[in-house]
């Protein structure tokens, strides 16, 4: 007999919880602000990398997760269907908006301003960055002031890969052993280095974190929870680019599902009703 995946079965736990999504009304004030070019195809094609869960699993060449869902419902506003491209890494999801390959990203992806100078962000969701270590947490692992020697996976081009490299220095200028950073370029494989003991710890969201350590079959547990952990208040979301009209449109779509009640459905169906942010919004997030 053919064994389910842990990932299947916590796949359908999450389709099931809730029932079906309502469909959305088109709104036909929002389709016509959108680009021409979009209008006319009746196409838009949103970038990920795929490994972000709960927001984004990639099962086959099926797109599923809280994004999916939540892109479904935008996509339905707006009149137009919305097609997903997976890539690998956050620098290849940048990139390829910023060459328009791609008309948008929805996330989520951290809003911080230096990533402003080229991208427009929508906000939808609250995060926090933590740590996954392996059960009972054997390398102490607290906090940043905590992992100074220590090998710890972040994700590549990601903010907490950066905030990592600035505490490694930090470690280094108080006379203490640098971090040994291990950069992956996506989450499955950054989890797995902790599992298999090649890396201490993962540095990374909170959300896709819990999913990692629910699935561990009791190998993992999150540290860190509740701390700063080198960063401001984290708002995440969608990416357009600078200044396009796309962005306002993404917006007000948002604005809408937040205020009937699907925005909620949804993160609470992936267990992300922690993350559910108080108000949409357009480049709130701060600096690191």
């Known amino acids: ?6 990932l299947s079965v916590t796949l359908l736990a999450g389709m099931l919880s809730v029932s079906a999504q309502a469909a959305q009304t088109m709104n036909k004030d929002l389709h ?8 006319e195809s009746g196409k838009m094609v949103a970038v ?4 972000f869960p709960p927001y984004e699993f990639v099962e086959g060449t099926k797109l599923t997760g809280a994004t999916a869902d939540l892109s479904h419902a935008v996509g339905e506003i707006l009149g137009v269907e919305i097609t997903h491209a ?13 060459a328009d390959r791609y008309q948008f990203a929805m996330g989520p992806i951290g809003d911080f301003p230096k990533r402003r100078t080229s991208n ?8 926090f960055v933590v ?25 590549s081009g990601g903010s907490a890969e950066r905030v990592i490299i600035a505490q490694s220095k930090k470690c280094e200028d108080e006379g203490k052993t640098a971090i040994d950073i291990k950069s992956f370029t996506d989450q499955p494989t950054s989890i797995m280095a902790v599992r ?24 993992l ?22 200044d396009s009209p796309l962005g306002p449109v993404l917006e007000e779509a948002l604005k809408i599902l937040k205020d009937n009640g699907t925005y909620e459905e949804i993160m609470k169906k992936w267990g992300l009703e922690n993350n559910m942010i108080d108000e949409i919004g357009m480049n709130r997030g701060e600096a690191l």
């Open 1 to 6: 007999m053919k064994k389910t995946s842990l």
């Open 32 to 39: 016509a602000k959108l680009p021409a070019s979009i209008q």
């Open 48 to 51: 990920n990398n795929g490994s």
């Open 86 to 98: 997976s890539v690998a890494g956050l620098s290849a999801v940048l990139s390829g908006i910023a």
């Open 120 to 127: 427009d962000f929508v906000d939808w969701v609250n995060e």
């Open 131 to 155: 740590f996954a270590v392996q059960k009972g947490n054997p390398q102490n692992i607290d906090d940043l002031s905590t992992v100074c020697g220590k090998r710890i996976a972040v994700m």
């Open 196 to 219: 298999a003991d090649r890396a201490d710890a993962f540095f990374s969201s909170q959300a896709p974190l819990t999913y990692f350590v629910q699935t561990s079959e009791g190998q």
């Open 221 to 242: 547990e999150l540290a860190g929870i509740g701390k700063a952990n080198g960063f401001p208040r984290l708002f995440q979301g969608a990416v357009v680019p600078k």
